[in-house]
């Protein structure tokens, strides 16, 4: 079995589990979530893992957009899709002026720029008007789909959600496999060679940079109209930190690694708490009661080892370990 | 007297307190510039060290009994050997991979040394004494000086004009600025570089311990004290190009004044004016004030 198929049947199973987990006793909500920040980390993944470029401010479109989509649907009562076209739009716009300063610099430079710039956003976010400042937006209503589907049942909710993260993964799959996506891995693998075969890559980098943060801004833009409401958090530059986090657990530049990645850290945040008392009832170690308030720790953590041990991240470990697999079997 | 509808005592005391800040810039963009020439690494953690040479100040009163002025020595020790540690243990295998890695590591050494201390000791502030020998404030005539912030900018002034000497006009800064260049060449001249690299990064970390121990009376002490400071000082670094060593100075210095005259004029931007001077700079100099690289 080659490994094409080996991954088709991988996404057929976890889209069929997703068709079925409302009945299987998943709680909505919590897996619309996780569908959120898996399209969050697998645009981010476009631009890390596909262009080569660390932007460190996607929490600013993240949470850009979730303040778009909530003030549209909230104060101009539009209806469901035109405030996740809004906020994707915003995001796009928001991803274009980072993205414009962002490539005036190489690197690590590059990396710092788009930290600043989302950090002055979250500034402005604190003090502007329309977010609510460190309250959020509340009480975003969800509203009917075109005017005609009622989205405040969950279930309607669930499976709207799960054709939106379809959908926009396929479109970051096809970008991928595109002359575009080509040129994308290009400039990541060799700069100056992509610049001497005669491509601006300047604007390419820059429209890698819209298309992630217009991604990132649906996904921010989702998360709003399911949780009904929009938080700072979400645009502070620890989110950032978050997505990277996920990225490179499930693993940098592949395509199924975000999706891997995201469900893994989300998981891992949600149970910390049950995780660190059977810790404490296994071991008898007080402490371990307490991991539950220590996220920030527990995620270091995990940073420190995954660049140090882990940098392919899971599906990486496992892309790596089927090829070798291949090139055995096709040796003997 | 006024000027712009303010008056020249309060100005004077706004521009202090923009030194005082500027002086933190300073020291950590000068320290994050030292590091990153010879490590190639940016160094997320910088933020986290000048926490750690706070709270170990406030801890060290409350707990031992141990006064500033012993700390503004202990400070930079202890956190310069747990940068010996850092480097050694968890830096020193990524030198060869690409310069993100370095900075998620150093992240992620961020997230792991404050969700310690905040396990600890939450995230409000803890109020620090400013020591008693510069306690009250000293009548200028045109305006009233708080001791103790005039001691900040002065010691910051100090470390940073000496940091500077050392690295430009001793052998020893000869010697680091030529592993910065070409550390190879500089081996086999029979330098120990692998050391001086070691040091290199203790030095930072030391300085930065004690840019938190200036800080200690006059912020609040707080595990996160180090994480939106980290933030601006990328920006000061952006903006000053990480190539040169006055450079650094001069350009923290200015932006810590800039940022107190807009809390005067117009405080809502104050805490984005760094920001909107970076995107200026990239504008027109995208290479930074003093920055060298293409």
């Known amino acids: 079995m080659n490994f094409k198929n080996t991954a088709n049947i991988g996404y057929g199973l976890l889209l069929l589990a997703l068709l079925a987990a409302p009945f299987l006793g998943a709680y909505p909500i919590f897996v619309m979530k996780l569908m959120c920040f898996a399209l969050f980390a697998s645009a981010f993944n476009l631009l890390l893992g596909y262009t080569g470029m660390l932007s460190f401010g996607h929490a600013a479109f993240l949470g850009g957009s979730a303040y778009m989509t909530g003030h549209a649907l909230k104060v101009w009562a539009v209806t469901p899709e035109i405030g996740l076209l809004l906020g994707t739009l915003g995001g796009g716009l928001l991803g274009l002026v980072v993205g414009f300063f962002a490539i005036r610099r190489q690197g690590i430079y590059s990396t710092m720029i788009t930290l600043a710039l989302a950090q002055m956003l979250f500034f402005v976010f604190l003090q502007a008007p329309f977010t609510g400042g460190e309250d959020g937006l509340q009480g975003v209503p969800r509203g009917k789909l075109f005017g005609l589907i009622d989205l405040q049942n969950d279930l309607v909710m669930y499976y709207v959600v799960l054709a939106v993260v379809v959908a926009a993964f396929m479109l970051i799959v096809r970008t991928i496999h595109s002359p575009f996506g080509q040129v994308l891995k290009g400039i990541k693998e060799n700069e100056p060679r992509a610049i001497s075969l005669g491509y601006d890559t300047n604007r390419f980098k820059l429209l890698a940079f819209v298309l992630s943060a217009a991604l990132a801004g649906l996904a921010g833009s989702l998360k709003t109209l399911v949780l009904g409401f929009a938080t700072l958090s979400d645009a502070h530059w620890t989110a950032s930190g978050h997505v990277v986090l996920m990225t490179l657990v499930g693993g940098l530049g592949t395509l199924s690694g975000p999706i891997v990645g995201s469900a893994v850290v989300v998981l891992l945040e949600n149970k910390l708490g049950e995780i660190g008392s059977f810790l404490a009832s296994v071991t008898g170690v007080e402490w371990f009661n307490t991991l539950g308030e220590s996220v920030t720790m527990v995620t270091g953590l995990i940073f420190v080892i995954c660049v140090l041990a882990f940098r392919r991240g899971i599906m990486g470990e496992i892309i790596e370990w089927l090829a070798r697999r291949r090139a055995a079997n096709a040796g003997a | ?294």
Request: aromatic letters at 12%; proline letters at 3%; hydrophobic letters at 55%.
């Open chain 2, 1 to 294: 007297m006024e000027i712009f509808g303010v008056s020249l005592p309060g100005l004077l005391s706004q521009l202090l307190l923009g030194l005082v800040n500027g002086s933190f810039y300073a020291i950590l963009s000068l320290g994050l510039a030292v590091i990153f020439g010879l490590l190639n690494v940016i160094n997320f953690a910088h933020g986290a060290l000048f926490m750690m040479g706070a709270l170990m100040t406030w801890m060290a009163m409350n707990y031992l009994g141990i006064n500033y002025w012993l700390m503004l020595i202990l400070a930079p020790l202890v956190v310069g050997i747990f940068g010996v540690m850092v480097e050694r243990l968890l830096l020193r295998w990524i030198y060869k991979l690409d310069h993100l890695y370095g900075l998620l590591l150093t992240l992620g050494l961020t997230l792991l040394i404050e969700g310690v201390f905040r396990s600890i000791y939450g995230v409000s502030g803890l109020g620090y004494d400013t020591p008693e020998l510069l306690e009250g404030a000293t009548n200028l005539g045109f305006m009233i000086m708080p001791n103790y912030r005039a001691f900040v900018v002065l010691a910051s002034l100090v470390v940073c004009v000496s940091t500077w000497y050392v690295i430009e006009k001793t052998k020893l800064g000869a010697y680091l600025r030529a592993g910065t260049e070409n550390p190879r060449l500089v081996e086999a001249f029979g330098i120990n570089v692998p050391v001086m690299v070691t040091l290199t990064y203790a030095f930072g970390a030391a300085l930065a311990a004690f840019a938190g121990v200036l800080a200690a009376p006059v912020y609040q002490v707080s595990p996160l004290m180090g994480q939106n400071l980290i933030i601006v000082v990328f920006a000061v670094v952006v903006i000053g190009g990480m190539g040169s060593i006055m450079g650094s100075i001069l350009t923290g210095l200015g932006l810590g004044v800039i940022e107190g005259f807009t809390k005067v004029f117009y405080p809502e931007a104050s805490s984005t004016v760094v920001f909107v001077i970076m995107v200026i700079v990239l504008l027109i100099r995208p290479a930074g004030l003093f920055g060298k690289e293409k």
